[in-house]
């Protein structure tokens, strides 16, 4: 009952806060970390999603202030925070894990709007399912699968991001995805200038054993790499889990496609 007033009062310290424009980075700063460290090791899920609510709170009111594009957070091991090279795109993500319901992602698209007006703002959310991310369209803010963002790089007038789902307690997801704006200024994911195989696809996704861990990241701003999947037996069998190998697989944009390729050397940026 003590944690429950106790975050009540949290709450409710943070909204008048936050509504009088009161809090800095710094204290902000401070608050998060401790938010989010209370958010580890709570063990109730009430607790969890008011603890939740205040986070938030302090995010929607750092991603409302002029210095989202310039300024971040350091030394938040919970909160992604990732920008674009031309500083035009920002991506805040969190999960939010729970007991006796599903986990939830939580992200934040910041698209930089001309001087004087205001950032348009779109905001995600998603629980944790095991329904595989397709590969063959797109989809829409609301239809958004869940991730967590960490890299981001332009490509045109578009944006190439990597991410991470849990997907489930046994299989995890690394996926290679795009971001692109309808003229309406609507955000859409995902677009079918990925060949693999003599198939396009709209995004690629590496599904994997959760027990494994699988690096996916940018060579160079046209190279993307990863590592080779394999198929290891379980020692019953008759099950599989895929984990990584020896070799590097990826990507590489050449004529406005992104072409998939074996045996990348990824020591060298150039390939």
Not at 47 to 67: H, M, P, T, V
Not at 167 to 180: F, L, T
Request: hydrophobic content about 35%; proline content about 3%; some cysteine.
């Amino acid at each position: 009952m003590k944690k429950i007033i106790v975050c009540i009062l949290l709450y409710v310290y943070v909204s008048m806060g936050l509504t009088k424009g009161q809090i800095s980075e710094d204290i902000m700063a401070g608050s998060l970390e401790k938010l989010f460290g209370r958010l580890r090791t709570s063990s109730e899920d009430s607790i969890s999603l008011r603890i939740n609510d205040s986070i938030k709170l302090f995010i929607e009111n750092y991603i409302a202030s002029d210095k989202i594009f310039t300024h971040k957070f350091t030394n938040l091991r919970y909160l992604g925070q990732i920008s674009s090279s031309d500083s035009l795109i920002k991506i805040v993500t969190w999960n939010l894990i729970l007991n006796n319901e599903p986990g939830r992602y939580f992200c934040y698209l910041i698209r930089k709007s001309p001087e004087g007006q205001a950032n348009n703002v779109y905001y995600l959310t998603r629980n944790y399912n095991d329904k595989p991310i397709l590969t063959d369209t797109s989809y829409t803010q609301s239809e958004w699968y869940g991730a967590l963002y960490y890299a981001i790089e332009p490509c045109r007038k578009d944006y190439v991001i990597l991410g991470l789902d849990f997907g489930s307690e046994m299989v995890s997801r690394k996926v290679i995805d795009v971001i692109s704006f309808t003229p309406d200024g609507e955000v859409i994911f995902g677009k079918d200038f990925f060949i693999r195989d003599n198939e396009k696809k709209f995004r690629e996704v590496i599904e994997y054993s959760s027990e494994s861990i699988v690096t996916l990241r940018f060579n160079s701003p046209k190279t993307i790499v990863f590592d080779h999947l394999d198929t290891f037996s379980t020692g019953d069998g008759n099950e599989k889990s895929l984990g990584t190998g020896l070799s590097t697989d990826g990507y590489i944009y050449k004529k406005g496609i992104w072409k998939f390729t074996t045996g990348i050397d990824a020591r060298n940026p150039r390939n």
